[in-house]
T-cell receptor, first 113, second 114 residues
Framework: GDSVTQMEGPVTLSEEAFLTINCTYT??????LFWYVQYPGEGLQLLLK?????DKGSNKGFEATYRKETTSFHLEKGSVQVSDSAVYFC????????????FGKGTKLSVKP | GAVVSQHPSWVICKSGTSVKIECRSL??????MFWYRQFPKQSLMLMAT?????????EQGVEKDKFLINHASLTLSTLTVTSAHPEDSSFYIC??????????FGSGTRLTVV
C-alpha cells in the first residue's frame, strides 16, 4: 500500500542554518503531497503542498519539490529561525478531502538561538 | 480561518475507565470529522470518520465498540475510549475538511492509561 517515510528526528540546528527534512513516498497512483507543521500546543497546519510532478510548494521560506523520478518531497529552508521549532509531517492523499491522508512519522525540529 | 478546538490536550486515566475527547469546530460547520491516532514513533493513522447525524465509519482493525464516536451536531464530534487499557495510550487528533481544501486539525490529545 501507499506509505510515507520521513527522516528520523529530532533535528537540532542553530539559527540561520540550512534545513533539509527528507521525505520519500510509495504510491500506487498519482497523489498530492503535503507538508504539515505542528507548533507546540497547536493543531497541524498545512505548510505547503504540491499536486503533480515537478510542482514546487512554498510558504514562509520553506520549499519542497514533487520529484516523481525519486518519489521524494524533501522540505528545505535556507535559514531557519527559532520560531520554526515544531514537528513537521510529510503526507500524501488523492484529493477529495476524504480524510485518507497518509502521514510520515513526523520530524521534530529544534532551532537554538 | 477555520479552527478546531480539541479537549483535553492530555489526560491520564486508570485502566478500565472511559475517557471522552471532544473536537469542536469554532467558526465553521464540520459535517465530517476524521479521527487519527499516533503511537510512539509511528505515523498518524486514520481510525474513523464521523458524519453528523449518521454512524461513524471505522477503518479496518479499529474496534467500534471500544472507540465510540458521536457526531450529534455540526460543530461537535466526540471520541470516547471505553474501558481503556495501557495499550490504548496514544496521541489522538481530529481534523475536519475546510473550505480552502485541506484539513483543519485539532491540537491533539495525549492519553496515558495507567
Amino acid at each position: 500500500g501507499d506509505s510515507v517515510t520521513q527522516m528520523e528526528g529530532p533535528v537540532t540546528l542553530s539559527e540561520e542554518a540550512f534545513l533539509t527534512i527528507n521525505c520519500t513516498y510509495t504510491a500506487t497512483g498519482y497523489p498530492s503531497l503535503f507538508w504539515y507543521v505542528q507548533y507546540p500546543g497547536e493543531g497541524l497546519q498545512l505548510l505547503l503542498k504540491a499536486t503533480k510532478a515537478d510542482d514546487k510548494g512554498s510558504n514562509k521560506g520553506f520549499e519542497a519539490t514533487y520529484r516523481k523520478e525519486t518519489t521524494s518531497f524533501h522540505l528545505e529552508k535556507g535559514s531557519v529561525q527559532v520560531s520554526d521549532s515544531a514537528v513537521y509531517f510529510c503526507a500524501l492523499d488523492y484529493g477529495g478531502s476524504q480524510g485518507n491522508l497518509i502521514f510520515g512519522k513526523g520530524t521534530k525540529l529544534s532551532v537554538k538561538p | 480561518g477555520a479552527v478546531v478546538s480539541q479537549h483535553p490536550s492530555w489526560v491520564i486515566c486508570k485502566s478500565g475507565t472511559s475517557v471522552k475527547i471532544e473536537c469542536r469546530s469554532l467558526d465553521f460547520q464540520a459535517t465530517t470529522m476524521f479521527w487519527y491516532r499516533q503511537f510512539p514513533k509511528q505515523s498518524l493513522m486514520l481510525m474513523a470518520t464521523s458524519n453528523e447525524g449518521s454512524k461513524a465509519t471505522y477503518e479496518q482493525g479499529v474496534e467500534k465498540d471500544k472507540f465510540l464516536i458521536n457526531h450529534a451536531s455540526l460543530t461537535l464530534s466526540t471520541l470516547t475510549v471505553t474501558s481503556a487499557h495501557p495499550e490504548d495510550s496514544s496521541f489522538y487528533i481530529c481534523s475536519a475538511p475546510s473550505e480552502n481544501y485541506g484539513y483543519t486539525f485539532g491540537s491533539g490529545t495525549r492519553l496515558t492509561v495507567v
